[in-house]
């Protein structure tokens, strides 16, 4: 796991007016914290997934594609037209039967936004950041996630300069499912890696 956070240095100019600007609409009324709430669980859970989990869609259908997207994920990712913050440096790790890959930023919440979107709380929160380390199994058993003992898991620590998206593995009895019908599979917390993707019973009815 890297460790090479740049962390340190005072938040960018343009994070501090968005964070002074929603106090100022707060406390005057103008916004109330529950529209506020109710966007960022919007752009947390909806828009940016949405943007993941077509990128996954494409690469358990698309054999050269993975191929590019294994090779250079921020490339292939960017073919797809989602760029942007965070997103200049991502490495994608699949999953398979030997191996699932988790995702963590031990030290704050690096985090791979043009394909994730916004952070969850959970993710940013130091028991998760520190726990997820030091017992993987555990941590994801508390996700629901229960592993067979053979399979080895990797715990990937983003940085400031380089995130990473899991590209989870394929549901059984998908494979006459249309790219779309597969992207409903995908969920945020399958491609952080603390869940596996959906079924087709459960993805198709979300």
């Known amino acids: 796991m890297g460790h090479n956070h740049k962390h340190s240095a005072p938040l960018p100019e343009t994070v501090l007016r968005v964070k002074s600007l929603e106090s100022l609409l707060v406390e005057k009324g ?6 506020l709430d109710a966007l960022v669980e919007r752009y947390e859970h909806q828009v940016g997934p949405k943007n993941g989990a077509a990128v996954v869609a494409k690469a358990w259908c698309d054999p050269e594609y993975k191929k590019r997207l294994m090779q ?41 936004w043009p394909v994730l979107g916004l952070p969850p709380v ?3 929160s130091a028991p998760y950041r520190s726990r997820v380390v030091r017992e993987p199994r555990k941590v994801l058993e508390e996700f629901g996630t229960v592993l067979p003992a053979e399979t080895q898991v990797r715990v990937w620590d983003s940085t400031a300069e380089t995130r990473y ?21 995908v969920s945020r917390d399958s491609m952080i890696g603390v869940k596996k993707a959906d079924p087709p019973s459960i993805g198709e009815a979300a």
């Open 30 to 35: 103008l916004v109330q914290t529950s529209a």
């Open 72 to 112: 250079n994920a921020s490339e292939a990712i960017a073919e797809l037209g989602y760029t942007g913050a965070q997103g200049e440096e991502i490495i994608a790790v699949e999953n398979t039967d030997d191996v699932h890959n988790v995702v963590v930023c031990t030290l704050c919440s690096c985090y791979p």
């Open 122 to 124: 959970w993710y940013k």
């Open 165 to 185: 998206l899991v590209i989870p593995k394929r549901p059984d009895g998908t494979e006459g499912l249309t790219e779309t019908q597969l992207a409903a599979l």
